[in-house]
């Protein structure tokens, strides 16, 4: 497959441990914050559901854009989890690997791109499509250069 590049999840058995505070931060008016950590928090229980079952895979493009999936961010992939309506998935089209969200209508299942400039793909037969597991997170960077820069040195 071109433009994709699955990065495996290694030693997920040891925790990934960061503090949980147990305020909430405001998204609207701001509040008081409280310095209080109430706990540690293992990132893995939240990333990967089925460790042995998940992979990373980088972003190609901008067919996802309005889902705030954008080119070269990560994608956490759960090839345990069965895809379902409204699912997001990595799926494998005519030898192309694309990611798209799963939807039926009326019977009919299709791939359908979250930005109105592509075109949605309607799965006529199962085997046309291979799904190669559901999108379980989307990460990105806000402050530009850091995620970049480590998967520039995978390359």
């Known amino acids: 497959m071109r433009n994709v590049e699955l990065i495996p999840v290694h030693d997920s058995q040891t925790p990934f441990l960061l503090p949980l505070f147990s305020c909430s931060v405001s998204a609207g008016f701001p509040s008081p914050a409280s310095d209080y950590t109430d706990e540690l928090f293992d990132l893995n229980r939240l ?3 089925h460790p042995d079952a998940t992979y990373l ?3 190609s ?3 996802m854009k309005n889902a705030e999936i954008h080119e070269g961010d990560l994608l956490a992939v759960d090839k345990q989890m069965e895809a379902d309506h409204n699912h997001i998935v990595v799926a494998v089209v005519d030898g192309e690997c694309t990611v798209k969200r799963l ?3 009326h019977g009919t299942w299709w791939l359908k791109p979250e930005n109105p400039d592509y075109k949605a793909w309607e799965i006529h037969d199962a085997g046309d499509v291979k799904i190669w597991g559901v999108v ?3 990460l990105h960077e806000l402050i530009p250069g850091k ?4 998967l520039r040195t995978r390359d």
Do not use: D, I, K, P
């Open 147 to 150: 995620l970049a820069a480590l």
């Open 47 to 49: 990333l990967l559901r």
């Open 61 to 63: 493009g901008e067919s």
């Open 136 to 138: 379980t997170h989307v």
């Open 103 to 105: 939807v039926c209508e």
């Open 57 to 59: 895979v980088r972003v």
